[in-house]
């Protein structure tokens, strides 16, 4: 079925909360989040959840990406695996 998915974004200390997207297994954020990295070697987390009415939300799966290469190179595109799930993929433009 389809779920109301929504993504929480980690770096160093900075936490951002995607918009949930409704009744959706092909979700589009477009969502822009800046934050300051002092260390190359930090790990972007993201996190997927499920909205659940109830206030259980569900893990969808869950990507860690180690900026280095953004760093590197000024900036990193890329379509990541899901870990934790089934399938799925998570696409991640990162500028430097």
């Not at 969502?31 to 990295?37: D, K, P, Q, T, W």
């Not at 870990?83 to 433009?93: D, F, I, L, N």
Request: proline share 4%; charged share 20%.
């Amino acid at each position: 079925g389809k779920s109301d998915p929504y993504g929480i974004i980690t770096i160093g200390a900075n936490q951002f909360r995607t918009p949930v997207v409704l009744n959706s297994i092909n979700p589009k954020w477009h969502y822009l989040c800046e934050a300051s990295v002092y260390a190359t070697h930090s790990l972007l987390g993201i996190q997927l959840m499920d909205k659940d009415d109830t206030g259980k939300d569900e893990n969808l799966g869950r990507v860690n990406f180690d900026v280095a290469s953004a760093a590197e190179e000024g900036s990193t595109d890329a379509w990541l695996p899901l870990e934790g799930a089934e399938s799925g993929r998570v696409h991640v433009q990162l500028d430097w």
